[in-house]
């Protein structure tokens, strides 16, 4: 029968023996990445054909001064291509985390056309996306009629300052949006008052 020392013994040999051979193994991992680290591979997107061909060479980028491409359809910061917004406000809707503010003035003149022939009528003095809430759903661009409202290619904007995040769209100045909301009242208290002389005129003919 064998003796219990020699059994713990032989034990602990196997197990020097294995931790000696792991160490090894590591170690020849570690100078073969060292070796191959003298290559780099190449920032390809993932659907270039030779993207898993790179097998060997450091993966690393030099952020920001080298990125990988993105995907022409990805969700990253969304624009609004303000002179053609209509001011409808389907994007506010539809948004889940409401993070699109949209105020709006009716015009008393003509404003114009989008880049798709549609007339606009109404002015944005306040068109606000806050992208600290968005959450990247692409609901908005996908219900925006007249795709004023895209998401750009642009992923890194991070700020110190939370309100920063905030992107402001707008047609008219603070001063240029009182000055409409005024002409909208005088017009609408000008036909009120047209409608009501019309009516005095029209009760005093069938009087007579």
Aim: hydrophobic share 35%; with cysteine.
């Amino acid at each position: 029968m064998e003796n219990p020392q020699e059994k713990i013994g032989s034990l602990q040999r196997r197990g020097f023996w294995r931790d000696l051979q792991s160490l090894w193994q590591g170690l020849g991992l570690t100078w073969r990445h060292l070796f191959q680290a003298r290559e780099r591979r190449s920032p390809l997107h993932i659907a270039d054909p030779n993207y898993f061909q790179q097998d060997t060479g450091v993966v690393t980028l030099t952020y920001p001064y080298e990125s990988l491409p993105v995907p022409e359809n990805g969700r990253y910061r969304l624009h609004n291509e303000i002179d053609d917004c209509i001011v409808c406000d389907l994007c506010a809707k539809i948004c889940p985390v409401d993070c699109i503010t949209i105020e709006s003035v009716k015009a008393t003149e003509e404003i114009g056309e989008t880049s798709d022939g549609t007339k606009k009528r109404l002015y944005a003095p306040v068109f606000d996306i806050d992208l600290a809430k968005c959450c990247y759903c692409g609901l908005c661009t996908t219900v925006c009629p007249t795709d004023c409202l895209t998401m750009t290619k642009v992923y890194d904007f991070a700020e110190v300052d939370i309100k920063n995040m905030i992107y402001h769209f707008t047609d008219l100045t603070p001063e240029q949006a009182e000055e409409k909301k005024k002409l909208w009242a005088d017009q609408q208290e000008a036909i009120a008052v047209a409608k009501a002389e019309a009516m005095k005129a029209r009760q005093q003919q069938k009087g007579e």
